[in-house]
Nanobody
Framework: QVQLVESGGGLVQAGGSLRLSCAAS????????FGWFRQAPGKEREFVAA????????EYADSVKGRFTISRDSAKNTVYLQMHTLKPEDTAVYYC??????????????????WGQGTQVAVSS
């Protein structure tokens, strides 16, 4: 089992920045990759960014490329999502997820075996 705890969400003005953290515990050694997803009110959960644990290879949704950066600290078993130039449309609950493999694709929710409880990000205009 792997436990994921997100933190760092909050309210920020458009153009501002936030850094989300995802602390992983448990059998993290078996994890292949981590991802961030988000879900806005009335919308489906969508992929934001992903990172392969062993070599820090990253992927991003087009909507966040150039503004968001996913990274990991292997010593702390923590994954980060640094968000810059935030827009009102970035408002959502952000979820961290961990995958044993990306056989179904890094952007596919079904690839992820464990999920955090989510952290709210609100961007005001």
């Amino acid at each position: 089992q792997v436990q994921l705890v997100e933190s760092g969400g909050g309210l920020v003005q458009a153009g501002g920045s936030l850094r989300l953290s995802c602390a992983a515990s448990g059998r993290t050694i078996s994890m292949y990759g981590f991802g961030w997803f988000r879900q806005a009110p009335g919308k489906e959960r969508e992929f934001v960014a992903a990172i392969r644990w062993h070599n820090a290879y990253t992927e991003y949704a087009d909507s966040v490329k150039g503004r968001f950066t996913i990274s990991r600290d292997s010593a702390k078993n923590t994954v980060y999502l640094q968000m810059h130039t935030l827009k009102p449309e970035d408002t959502a609950v952000y979820y961290c997820a961990a995958a044993i493999s990306w056989a179904s694709g890094f952007a596919t929710m079904g690839s992820y075996n464990y999920w955090g409880q989510g952290t709210q990000v609100a961007v005001s205009s």
